[in-house]
């Protein structure tokens, strides 16, 4: 293995730049390091100025998703040995307006995390003194999955219908608000329908799944999805049928 | 409030519903699901069994922090934790439960009885994104999201809001607010080698430090004994919790030859690898002098065994840690040791305030790892800080918003003020030219210092040291190089701005612990091995001198209770 | 909950613009694209059941004109290429069953092979059934 790798990363810089330009940087190639280490070597010793968004390093707090060879992904987790002998291309995510060299604006996702109501709903709440809502190990089941959605926006990125229409609400959004439709506390599904059941909700989605496949906490956005078309759909047709059921 | 982590959103909740009318703000450097919460990983204490009570959560936690804990604090504390929980249920938290459909708790590090509540491995990720989209609900409550606070505004005793920078923009603003609540975390990335993430840069702390309020017992730096070695990735107590043994090179559960009881099959309680933290790390380091303990590339470690838990046990219990292991240590729980070695972790110290969180600068208070009650004394047990946020961020919240209540806004100077910070920025930063020091060298060679002069076991001369090399990094810091002046995300000035907090907050930790000539929790001198109840039952108060330099104070801890005796694990 | 907004008059965001081609840019998109094309074949299929059915009514010469149509090159190239496509269509459509159907027995979620195979014993079965009324009888 050689001893560096070459990273060609995007750069714009809104003050001076029309629009972005690509830069390159060799940098060490070691065995345990993550394309986050190599932009923070870029950092350190090479060019200061590179902008990139990073916490916790540990594939837990959302803040590193970026494209490395087109492929949407948390730069903590991405190896650099998996793309040796590189050159290794590192853009912004993809379909969102970029800010500042690799971070991109993210004000569209978190207006759209709150559009789907993603607190408990409920009519009438239990004093906190009487104790919990019982839920089974069982129940916690159903929707623990789609709980663990760390809001990187990796999907987003590999989702098509979102690069074409902006109005889309996205994977993400989806699956947190099936997250709480599945939680047995929960009894905000009809509230949360206003905002699923339409052209830019859950039906926008034409199912290529790229979602799924790149999201880091398997959360599985694309099942959240047609799960909630299957279940609207018999809501829907039971409502018909026998009016006042299905609710 | 500043700081959109556990205690930030906390206490933005309980302003919210304590007062409708007030106009609240949460200013963050990063968006709030960032925040280091996220990262927590094991439990939140609070009782709930049968067989459990109030006094046995206080006695834990007392001498879990070796009676430096204020026990009036204590007793608050442990009192409202378990309703502060059961809230956070309510709110959707997705806690494990029983077969019953009742919440479950684990076993934790020096805690007597089970009381730890816990979801999954990964408390922490879930208590803060249920903090942080419940307080959506809020229409009172807006977000400055990527906006940087790097100034107090403080007239006369009272504080008026914070000077901010909006990252993407690069403009800076006044935001005005009859109370300010810091909650912006710890400052683990003083050191070198830690779990912290890149935003733990004590910048909450540096501001009220540089107001005049003193940080207090900053001399406590909690080393949990399990972190991956390179990335001192956090291997959750919980690992030992389930049954976990910690073996040296021979394979020996070495904890037994430092006090701390005698091996089981199951996990004992208070006992072997369920003692406290500060203990576990002192035995590891002790071992490592030994030369017990195996040599990699980076550092020496010990072996956290987990095999004999089995897969299913692993995968329901604790699967995140096998997560872990597999994509950054490329080994697999279930069938190989996991290396680990002890990790700068958590800051006992910080912003001095009292039991409701205010400091001594009217309006300004303090909540989380920011701040100091002090519940946590000398060493913080497991699963009591993630319970900390909720507590203390509650009750900040509640007292901010009656101060905000009972007395007029506060405007006076503020213009000045924030003219007079705009111009620092820009000379100190934006426009800075002409510097020769990067950024990198002077943070690595604080890290150095702080490594080699207040590590686990400290000298007087390691803590002189370390004193001496910080001061000539402050002098060094002056010359800073910054390249960027572009205003828009520039990152390389928040960087720099971040060093500068960081270098503050580093000569108080120094300080504070060549001031205290004793050996209590994670303290330890080797000049001075025993704990000093007459001279030293007090907190280390740093406050900043004219010249800059910290001057240390002592203030008694409150005993209730629980006289101090001598701390005992394993017997 | 607001959000303060930028700054107005700041420095503006750039929006890359998606290329026409976005649907080359990786294996999983030319996939999806091509799944999403084979309800032609599928529509060719109903249409080519109508037509058999229409030619049965109208009586024994039409449907011999059918069959004789249906024994030519291209026709045979065409039933040859949307059989193909059908069948991955149905293979595709197959294998995603379980990210929209959850079946839970005893207290855990059936793994995805669990809901994938009933889809390609069904498709077997009613093949044999097919086969033995066409071939047998």
Same mark, same amino acid.
């Given at each position: 293995m050689s001893e560096t790798i070459t990273l060609e990363v995007t750069r714009y810089q809104p003050d001076t730049d029309s629009e972005p330009s690509t830069k390159s940087y060799e940098v060490p190639l070691k065995d345990d390091w993550v394309v986050l280490d190599a932009l923070n070597y870029v950092k350190d010793e090479l060019d200061g100025s590179l902008a990139f968004r990073w916490s916790c390093r540990m594939g837990v707090c959302g803040s590193c998703g970026m494209m490395v060879n087109g492929v949407p992904v948390l730069s903590c987790a991405a190896f650099l040995k998996n793309y040796a002998p590189g050159p290794i291309k590192v853009e912004p995510l993809r379909y969102f307006p970029i800010v500042r060299d690799l971070c991109v604006d993210l004000s569209d996702f978190m207006t759209k995390l709150?559009?789907?109501? /993603?607190?408990?709903?409920?009519?009438?709440?239990?004093?906190?003194?009487?104790?919990?809502?019982?839920?089974?190990?069982?129940?916690?089941?159903?929707?623990?999955q789609f709980s663990m959605c760390i809001n990187c926006t990796l999907c987003y990125s590999a989702c098509p219908v979102y690069g074409l229409d902006e109005g889309f609400i996205g994977p993400a959004a989806i699956a947190l608000?099936?997250?709480?439709?599945?939680?047995?506390?929960?009894?905000?599904?009809?509230?949360?329908?206003?905002?699923?059941?339409?052209?830019e909700?859950?039906?926008g989605c034409t199912f290529v799944g790229e979602c799924t496949k790149v999201c880091p906490k398997h959360v599985d956005p694309a099942g959240a999805i047609q799960?909630?078309?299957?279940?609207?759909?018999?809501?829907?047709?039971?409502?018909?049928?026998?009016?006042?059921?299905?609710? | 409030?500043?700081?959109?982590?556990?205690?930030?959103?906390?206490?933005?909740?309980?302003?919210?519903?304590?007062?409708? %009318?007030?106009?609240?703000?949460?200013?963050?450097k990063v968006y709030p699901m960032r925040s280091h919460?996220v990262s927590?990983?094991?439990?939140?204490?609070?009782?709930?069994?049968?067989?459990?009570?109030?006094?046995?959560?206080?006695?834990?936690?007392?001498?879990?922090?070796?009676?430096?804990?204020?026990?009036?604090?204590?007793?608050?504390?442990?009192?409202?934790?378990?309703?502060?929980?059961?809230?956070?249920?309510?709110?959707?938290?997705?806690?494990?439960?029983?077969?019953?459909?009742?919440?479950?708790?684990?076993?934790?590090?020096?805690?007597?009885?089970?009381?730890?509540?816990?979801?999954?491995?990964k408390? %922490?990720f879930?208590? *803060?994104h249920?903090?942080?989209?419940?307080?959506?609900?809020?229409?009172?409550?807006?977000?400055?999201d990527e906006?940087?606070?790097?100034?107090?505004?403080?007239?006369?005793?009272?504080?008026?809001?914070?000077?901010?920078?909006?990252l993407a923009?690069?403009?800076?603003?006044?935001?005005?607010?009859?109370?300010?609540?810091?909650?912006?975390?710890?400052?683990?990335k003083?050191? /070198?080698?830690?779990t912290n993430a890149n935003i733990?840069?004590?910048?909450?702390?540096?501001?009220?430090?540089?107001?005049?309020?003193?940080?207090?017992?900053?001399?406590?730096?909690?080393?949990?004994?399990?972190?991956l070695p390179f990335t001192g990735i956090l291997?959750?107590?919980?690992?030992?919790?389930?049954?976990?043994?910690?073996?040296?090179?021979?394979?020996?559960?070495?904890?037994?030859?430092?006090?701390?009881?005698?091996?089981?099959?199951?996990?004992?309680?208070?006992?072997?690898?369920?003692?406290?933290?500060?203990?576990?790390?002192?035995?590891?380091?002790?071992?490592?002098?030994?030369?017990?303990?195996?040599?990699?590339p980076y550092?020496?470690?010990?072996?956290?065994?987990?095999?004999? *838990?089995?897969?299913?046990?692993?995968?329901?219990?604790?699967p995140f840690v096998r997560e872990l292991c597999l994509k950054y240590q490329g080994i697999d729980p279930?069938?190989d040791?996991?290396p680990?070695?002890?990790?700068?972790?958590?800051?006992?110290?910080?912003?001095?305030?009292?039991?409701?969180?205010?400091?001594?600068?009217?309006?300004?208070?303090?909540?989380?790892?920011?701040?100091?009650?002090?519940?946590?004394?000398?060493?913080?047990?497991?699963?009591?800080? *993630?319970?900390?946020?909720?507590?203390?961020?509650?009750?900040?919240?509640?007292?901010?918003?009656?101060?905000?209540?009972?007395?007029?806004?506060?405007?006076?100077?503020?213009?000045?003020?924030?003219?007079?910070?705009?111009?620092?920025?820009?000379?100190?930063?934006?426009?800075?030219?002409?510097?020769?020091?990067s950024i990198a060298?002077?943070r690595n060679?604080?890290?150095?210092?702080?490594?080699?002069?207040?590590?686990?076991?400290?000298?007087?001369?390691?803590?002189?040291?370390?004193?001496?090399?910080?001061?000539?990094?402050?002098?060094?810091?002056?010359?800073?190089?910054?390249n960027d002046?572009s205003?828009s995300f520039n990152t390389e000035a928040t960087t720099?701005?971040?060093?500068?907090?960081?270098?503050?907050?580093?000569?108080?930790?120094?300080?504070?612990?060549?001031?205290?000539?004793?050996?209590? %929790?994670?303290?330890?001198?080797?000049?001075?091995?025993?704990?000093?109840?007459?001279?030293?039952?007090?907190?280390?108060?740093?406050?900043?001198?004219?010249?800059?330099? /910290?001057?240390?104070?002592?203030?008694?801890?409150?005993?209730?209770?629980?006289?101090?005796?001598?701390?005992?694990?394993?017997? | 909950?607001?959000?303060?907004?930028?700054? /107005?008059?700041?420095p503006k965001p750039y929006v890359t613009p998606v290329p026409r081609l976005w649907w080359t840019a990786s294996a999983g998109y030319v996939l999806f694209v091509l799944r999403e094309m084979t309800?032609?074949?599928?529509?060719?299929?109903?249409?080519?059941?109508?037509?058999?059915?229409?030619?049965?009514?109208?009586?024994?010469?039409?449907?011999?004109?059918?069959?004789?149509? *249906?024994?030519?090159?291209?026709?045979?190239?065409?039933?040859?290429?949307?059989?193909?496509?059908?069948?991955f269509h149905?293979v595709t459509w197959?294998n995603v069953?379980p990210r929209a159907?959850?079946?839970?027995? %005893?207290?855990?979620?059936?793994?995805d092979?669990?809901?994938i195979?009933?889809?390609?014993?069904?498709?077997?079965?009613?093949?044999?059934?097919?086969?033995?009324?066409?071939?047998?009888?």
């Amino acid at each position: 293995m050689s001893e560096t790798i070459t990273l060609e990363v995007t750069r714009y810089q809104p003050d001076t730049d029309s629009e972005p330009s690509t830069k390159s940087y060799e940098v060490p190639l070691k065995d345990d390091w993550v394309v986050l280490d190599a932009l923070n070597y870029v950092k350190d010793e090479l060019d200061g100025s590179l902008a990139f968004r990073w916490s916790c390093r540990m594939g837990v707090c959302g803040s590193c998703g970026m494209m490395v060879n087109g492929v949407p992904v948390l730069s903590c987790a991405a190896f650099l040995k998996n793309y040796a002998p590189g050159p290794i291309k590192v853009e912004p995510l993809r379909y969102f307006p970029i800010v500042r060299d690799l971070c991109v604006d993210l004000s569209d996702f978190m207006t759209k995390l709150k559009k789907v109501e /993603p607190w408990i709903v409920r009519e009438k709440e239990k004093p906190v003194e009487e104790g919990e809502y019982l839920q089974t190990p069982e129940q916690l089941d159903t929707f623990k999955q789609f709980s663990m959605c760390i809001n990187c926006t990796l999907c987003y990125s590999a989702c098509p219908v979102y690069g074409l229409d902006e109005g889309f609400i996205g994977p993400a959004a989806i699956a947190l608000a099936q997250r709480y439709n599945m939680d047995s506390r929960d009894e905000g599904n009809e509230s949360r329908m206003d905002t699923l059941a339409q052209d830019e909700g859950v039906w926008g989605c034409t199912f290529v799944g790229e979602c799924t496949k790149v999201c880091p906490k398997h959360v599985d956005p694309a099942g959240a999805i047609q799960q909630y078309k299957i279940a609207t759909t018999e809501n829907w047709f039971k409502s018909l049928v026998m009016p006042g059921a299905g609710k | 409030m500043l700081g959109g982590g556990g205690a930030g959103l906390r206490a933005a909740i309980a302003a919210a519903e304590a007062n409708p %009318g007030l106009d609240i703000a949460i200013v963050s450097k990063v968006y709030p699901m960032r925040s280091h919460t996220v990262s927590a990983e094991g439990g939140s204490a609070g009782v709930i069994g049968e067989d459990d009570s109030i006094d046995e959560h206080c006695y834990d936690t007392i001498s879990g922090g070796d009676w430096m804990s204020d026990q009036d604090a204590v007793e608050a504390f442990v009192n409202e934790a378990p309703k502060e929980l059961m809230q956070m249920e309510h709110w959707g938290c997705p806690w494990s439960r029983r077969d019953d459909g009742r919440v479950n708790v684990r076993p934790f590090g020096g805690m007597k009885k089970k009381r730890t509540w816990f979801a999954s491995d990964k408390t %922490g990720f879930h208590m *803060l994104h249920t903090l942080f989209q419940t307080s959506m609900r809020y229409d009172s409550i807006a977000r400055y999201d990527e906006w940087f606070a790097t100034k107090l505004l403080v007239n006369d005793g009272r504080v008026q809001g914070v000077v901010a920078m909006e990252l993407a923009t690069g403009e800076v603003r006044a935001i005005t607010g009859k109370a300010v609540v810091i909650a912006t975390g710890g400052c683990g990335k003083i050191f /070198p080698f830690t779990t912290n993430a890149n935003i733990k840069n004590g910048d909450g702390m540096a501001l009220a430090y540089r107001e005049g309020v003193p940080l207090k017992d900053m001399e406590f730096v909690q080393y949990h004994p399990t972190g991956l070695p390179f990335t001192g990735i956090l291997i959750t107590e919980a690992a030992r919790a389930e049954g976990g043994l910690m073996l040296n090179k021979d394979g020996r559960r070495y904890l037994q030859d430092y006090d701390l009881g005698t091996p089981e099959p199951q996990p004992v309680l208070r006992t072997m690898e369920l003692g406290p933290r500060d203990r576990l790390s002192q035995a590891f380091e002790q071992e490592r002098l030994k030369g017990n303990t195996l040599e990699g590339p980076y550092g020496n470690y010990v072996h956290l065994d987990l095999r004999h *838990l089995g897969e299913e046990k692993i995968d329901s219990r604790i699967p995140f840690v096998r997560e872990l292991c597999l994509k950054y240590q490329g080994i697999d729980p279930v069938t190989d040791f996991v290396p680990v070695r002890p990790v700068v972790h958590y800051g006992m110290g910080g912003v001095h305030t009292d039991i409701n969180g205010a400091t001594p600068i009217a309006g300004l208070f303090a909540a989380g790892e920011a701040a100091c009650v002090s519940i946590n004394g000398a060493n913080r047990l497991g699963s009591n800080s *993630l319970t900390e946020l909720l507590v203390f961020g509650g009750r900040a919240g509640n007292e901010a918003a009656a101060f905000a209540q009972q007395n007029e806004t506060s405007e006076a100077g503020v213009e000045a003020q924030l003219n007079d910070e705009i111009a620092r920025l820009d000379g100190d930063y934006f426009s800075k030219s002409g510097g020769t020091e990067s950024i990198a060298n002077i943070r690595n060679a604080m890290r150095s210092a702080m490594e080699d002069g207040c590590g686990i076991y400290r000298t007087a001369s390691s803590l002189e040291d370390a004193k001496t090399r910080l001061a000539e990094l402050q002098e060094r810091f002056k010359s800073v190089a910054i390249n960027d002046h572009s205003k828009s995300f520039n990152t390389e000035a928040t960087t720099a701005i971040e060093l500068s907090t960081m270098l503050d907050v580093a000569e108080t930790v120094v300080a504070s612990g060549l001031n205290r000539t004793e050996s209590r %929790g994670a303290h330890q001198r080797n000049d001075f091995p025993d704990r000093d109840d007459e001279k030293f039952l007090g907190h280390s108060m740093a406050i900043r001198g004219a010249d800059g330099a /910290p001057k240390i104070d002592l203030l008694p801890v409150t005993i209730t209770r629980w006289p101090p005796a001598e701390r005992v694990y394993g017997r | 909950m607001r959000t303060i907004d930028s700054t /107005p008059g700041g420095p503006k965001p750039y929006v890359t613009p998606v290329p026409r081609l976005w649907w080359t840019a990786s294996a999983g998109y030319v996939l999806f694209v091509l799944r999403e094309m084979t309800c032609v074949a599928v529509g060719y299929f109903a249409l080519l059941t109508l037509c058999q059915m229409s030619a049965l009514i109208s009586g024994p010469e039409a449907y011999a004109a059918l069959q004789a149509w *249906l024994k030519t090159p291209l026709a045979t190239l065409l039933n040859v290429l949307c059989l193909a496509a059908v069948v991955f269509h149905t293979v595709t459509w197959f294998n995603v069953t379980p990210r929209a159907v959850v079946v839970r027995m %005893g207290g855990k979620r059936l793994p995805d092979s669990a809901i994938i195979a009933p889809n390609y014993v069904g498709w077997a079965v009613i093949t044999c059934l097919v086969a033995w009324v066409v071939l047998g009888a």
